[in-house]
């Protein structure tokens, strides 16, 4: 059986308990095998990359008894799991990002954006622009961070024209 190819996005377990998640599926530019970018989601953060192949490989049961995976990553599909990742709330970028694209409404956006405003970085703006399909065009954090607002604010005054 083959396994489905990574996505930016996914949240993968490694055989030893670590959750890591999907940046990028890359080439190698000495060999030109497809790699696997991922980060750690617990812990101090560091960015990996695998060999797609070395990625999704099974284990030896023989090497590795003690384990209930069978292979080296598995992708973890319950949304419980993920919200057990042992991240903190506001602590870090990425629980930023989780927490903001689990949002209903602009006026939501708009309110996290502002009570959440030292926190926010350049990483954040981009993960958040992104899932909202609006093009950046700020240079620094502080304009970034008002253009997205304006945005947000400019979404929200033309959807509550449009439903009346």
């Known amino acids: 059986m083959e396994r489905r ?24 530019t000495e060999t030109g095998e497809d790699m696997v970018v991922f980060e750690t989601l617990e812990g101090e953060q560091k960015v990996y990359a ?24 598995e992708l973890c599909r319950d949304r419980k799991e993920e919200d057990g990742l042992g991240l903190k709330r506001h602590g870090n970028t990425t629980a930023l990002i989780l927490e903001f694209l689990e949002l209903e409404d602009n006026e939501e956006r708009i309110s996290f954006l502002s009570r959440h405003r030292s926190e926010i970085d350049s990483r954040f703006l981009t993960a958040a622009a992104e ?3 609006f093009a950046e065009n700020g240079e620094s954090v502080e304009e970034r961070y008002a253009a997205l607002v304006r945005f947000l604010k400019t979404k929200m005054k033309y959807e509550s024209r449009r439903l009346r």
């Open 131 to 133: 899932s909202m399909e």
């Open 50 to 73: 695998s060999e797609l192949e070395a990625f999704l490989s099974p284990l030896d049961p023989r090497k590795y008894p003690q384990t209930e995976q069978k292979h080296r990553f």
């Open 5 to 28: 190819i990574p996505k930016a996005g996914d949240i993968y377990r490694h055989f030893k308990g670590k959750k890591y998640k999907v940046l990028h599926i890359a080439t190698c």
